[in-house]
């Protein structure tokens, strides 16, 4: 059973490059099956997709942020990571990683999420 976990600091100063990594256990980010997403959830919104990287570390932005999104993968440490840079406090969100299957095309794992503040 894949489990995910978010880590990275609460904290951010605008203008700053805000950076989440998210650990997989019980699971390996080379499985071919999965696209590992980030989602992200603002202070009284709803949910907003971030992006996801797949096979052979292929991406896919929300247009709204593609600009200055980036996601990477680590298969050493069995992790997948997200960069947003140029933050302002409307990126202020609590921030999720996820595994979406693409054979089912169903998200079916969640992290807990991570608040993520910007703020000087």
């Known amino acids: 059973q894949v489990q995910l976990q978010e880590s990275g600091p609460g904290l951010v100063k605008p203008s700053h490059t805000l950076s989440l990594s998210c650990t997989v256990s019980?699971?390996?980010?080379?499985?071919?099956?999965?696209?590992w997403a980030w989602i992200r959830q603002p202070p009284g919104k709803g949910l907003e997709w971030i992006g996801y990287?797949?096979?052979?570390?292929?991406?896919y932005y929300n247009p709204s942020l593609k600009s200055r999104t980036s996601m990477s993968r680590d298969t050493s440490k069995n992790q997948f990571t997200l960069q947003l840079n140029s933050v302002t406090p409307e990126d202020t969100a609590v921030y999720y990683c996820?595994?979406?299957?693409?054979?089912?095309?169903?998200?079916?794992?969640w992290g807990q999420g991570t608040q993520v503040t910007v703020s000087s």
């Open positions: 996820a595994a979406f299957n693409i054979a089912t095309l169903t998200t079916f794992r």
């Open positions: 990287i797949g096979t052979a570390d292929k991406t």
């Open positions: 019980s699971d390996t980010i080379s499985n071919g099956n999965i696209f």
